[in-house]
């Protein structure tokens, strides 16, 4: 059975910056790509950022590109979503994913389908 845990959540005022961890445990596990996504309240849930293991591709929603960065350290099954310039907009729970599909390109990342595991989620509050 594969975990993702993830860290990092808080509350902080417009223009701040988190980062967020993401750690697999279990079997031995590596994917082919992790990915985050989030939801807010009354919102669907969206797509973020994602990570492929091998080749280090990373791919943005527009919405948190130039803002978010995603990284990835493979000797600790681990990824991260640096996030600078919060804004009250990004205020949601977000989640850790990976995927172990063979599957590459932007669509591989922004739908749910193509993902088989999920973390419980961290919340991140943003006030303005």
């Known amino acids: 059975q594969v975990r993702l845990v993830e860290s990092g959540g808080g509350s902080v005022q417009a223009g701040d910056s988190l980062r967020l961890s993401c750690t697999a445990s279990g079997r031995t596990f590596t994917p082919k790509r992790m990915g985050w996504f989030r939801q807010g309240l009354g919102k669907e849930r969206e797509f973020v950022a994602g990570?492929?293991?091998?080749?280090?591709?990373?791919y943005y929603s527009d919405t948190v590109k130039g803002r978010f960065t995603v990284a990835r350290d493979n000797a600790k099954n681990t990824m991260y979503l640096q996030m600078n310039s919060l804004q009250p907009d990004d205020t949601a729970v977000y989640y850790c994913l990976a995927g172990v599909s063979d599957c590459t390109g932007y669509g591989c990342y922004d739908a749910t389908q193509f993902w088989k595991y999920w973390g419980p989620g961290t919340q991140v509050t943003v006030s303005s």
């Open positions: 990570i492929s293991w091998n080749d280090y591709i990373t």
